[in-house]
């Protein structure tokens, strides 16, 4: 696996393949790689003939009090994960590189709709740094595929409908959420959890799974729902962020004929901010 840092280097790779006729999928990411995103790897290997990842802690998408400075970076153990399933080119680009005039200057990508509420509630330019990066990222490695993980389901349909919305040729893979034993969803920022704090974790997806099985009983009480469980996730010592009853394509509230859910959730546990969601189709 060859590993790229410049933007010239990248595009010579991929203009060669292109030229011999192979399909790009494409994985990006931001490193501190776990089962997850290898599980994204695994699927894009499945779909295109060459398979390229990107690992870029974005600064576009951190908030000013967020965790860009400490967010881990692991980048041999990353590349060595990475070889060992193949991938066929690492892209590792600099700040300086992504955003030459600083991120001030730069154009952005703003996705309305769907990167409204949710996660924007405490996030409010999250997702205009999501949809910028991946839009840039795209522009840089023109993939036939792009494969991103479910769990964070928001930013799955931002840029499922900047694909959309912007003409992009690119099929877009939703990859399902990998799990620890407990049901924990894997993510980076499980890394800043004690082994004390994983077993509250794990309280987020058992309300989902709660939440899940009151739809599929009928249950159509929304608030109801939602407000046991934060009630549960409250006692167990969790913070709710949101926990919202949404319809899969829109993100939007759930109406009471809704036969397509997703249900999103955010909670903190100490500083660190934990987010799930559940999907539940209601066949008649
Ligand atoms: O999901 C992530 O790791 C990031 O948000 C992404 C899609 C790589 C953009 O920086």
Request: charged share 20%; aromatic share 8%; proline share 4%.
């Amino acid at each position: 696996m060859k590993t790229v840092t410049e933007i010239s280097a990248l595009r010579q790779q991929i203009k060669a393949w292109k030229q011999s006729g192979l399909t790009v999928a494409f994985v990006p990411t931001m490193g501190n790689l776990h089962q997850g995103h290898f599980s994204l790897i695994e699927k894009a290997k499945t779909l295109a003939d060459k398979v390229v990842a990107s690992i870029f802690v974005n600064p576009m998408q951190f908030g000013a009090n967020e965790d860009l400075d400490s967010y881990p970076r692991t980048l041999e153990q990353d590349q060595q994960g990475l070889k060992a399933l193949g991938t066929d080119l690492l892209f590792t680009p600099t700040p300086d590189i992504i955003y030459p005039k600083g991120l001030d200057a730069q154009s952005f990508v703003e996705v309305p709709g769907v990167s409204e509420g949710h996660c924007a509630g405490t996030r409010p330019d999250h997702f205009r740094g999501v949809s910028t990066v991946v839009c840039k990222l795209f522009n840089l490695v023109q993939p036939d595929i792009a494969c991103f993980g479910e769990k964070d389901f928001q930013q799955l349909q931002v840029i499922r409908t900047m694909v959309e919305d912007l003409s992009m040729p690119i099929d877009i893979i939703g990859v399902s959420t990998k799990r620890e034993e407990s049901g924990l969803a894997k993510s980076s920022r499980n890394g800043y959890l004690t082994a004390q704090q994983q077993d509250v974790a794990k309280v987020l997806y058992a309300c989902l799974q709660h939440s899940q099985k009151a739809l599929q009983s009928g249950e159509r009480d929304y608030s109801s729902i939602i407000q046991t469980a934060k009630n549960t996730l409250s006692k167990a010592g969790l913070k709710p962020d949101y926990f919202n009853i949404c319809n899969k394509a829109d993100l939007k509230e759930a109406k009471v004929d809704c036969k397509s859910f997703v249900i999103l959730a955010a909670a903190f546990l100490g500083s660190v901010r934990l987010i799930d969601n559940i999907q539940v189709d209601i066949n008649d």
